[in-house]
């Protein structure tokens, strides 16, 4: 089945610095890969995704890309705030539906 | 929208007791998941359903978990009896799209405690 690695676990910038966080992938099937941002105590939701057709999307201070080559992809925050501190997560999604989570990356942002 | 809603939002249960989740997903959802989230880890599929078929159920412990979307909307996962490494957070999710994979919508999850 699917594996799916990220890194860091946990990741603290100062506000105004940029973020990357990278997941690598096993199945070379998967082809949809979204980012879901969960603040503490709350739902999992979407911030960003990408199909495997596309090597980069942006939208506003964030961007994902891809290389599919290497089965890996990265989101990259910009201009990081205070409030984009939470956990992250990447996935890998077949065309299935099924989805394969890795195990989240911690952003703290001081102020 | 109304978004996913399940219940209850808390559970504290003794192990070998059991246990179950309701998940009402978004109205015209066709595919709904239920997610096994330990603490520090990420979402871990338990079973997949299109309308009221089962799609995929491998990482569902049969022995003691059970689920069910009866007429293709709400869904019920149940745990009997239950076992302390049993203690997460169970999401219930939906899609809109069936052809290809598209966004899950989360619910808030119910935090389950077995002591």
């Known amino acids: 089945g699917e594996n799916v690695e990220q890194h860091p676990s946990t990741l603290s910038v100062q506000e105004g610095d940029s973020a990357v966080i990278k997941c690598t992938y096993s199945d070379s099937a998967s082809n949809y890969f979204p980012w879901y941002k969960q603040e503490l105590g709350k739902r999992p939701q979407l911030i960003i995704d990408?199909?495997?057709?596309?090597g980069e999307k942006k939208d506003q201070r964030i961007a994902v890309t891809l290389n599919k080559t290497a089965k890996h992809f990265s989101l990259h925050i910009t201009e990081t705030q205070p409030e984009d501190s939470a956990v992250y997560f990447c996935a890998a999604t077949s065309n299935a539906g099924k989805s394969t989570f890795g195990d989240g990356t911690t952003l703290t942002v001081k102020p | 929208e109304a978004g996913v809603a399940q219940s209850p939002r808390y559970k504290i249960i003794e192990k070998r007791q059991s246990v179950a989740f309701w998940c009402n997903p978004i109205?015209?959802?066709?595919?709904l998941y239920w997610y096994q989230q330990i603490l520090g880890q990420g979402p871990k599929l338990l079973i997949q359903?299109?309308?009221?078929?089962?799609?995929?159920d491998s990482q569902l412990p049969k022995d003691r978990f059970s689920a069910e979307r009866l007429k293709g909307v709400d869904s019920t996962l149940k745990i009997q009896p239950a076992k302390l490494e049993d203690s997460a957070v169970y999401l219930c999710?939906?899609?809109?799209?069936?052809?290809?994979?598209?966004?899950?919508?989360f619910g808030n999850g119910t935090r389950l405690t077995v002591t």
């Open positions: 359903f299109q309308n009221n078929g089962v799609v995929d």
């Open positions: 999710a939906s899609s809109l799209i069936v052809a290809i994979a598209s966004p899950l919508h």
């Open positions: 990408i199909r495997s057709n596309v």
């Open positions: 109205s015209g959802h066709a595919t």
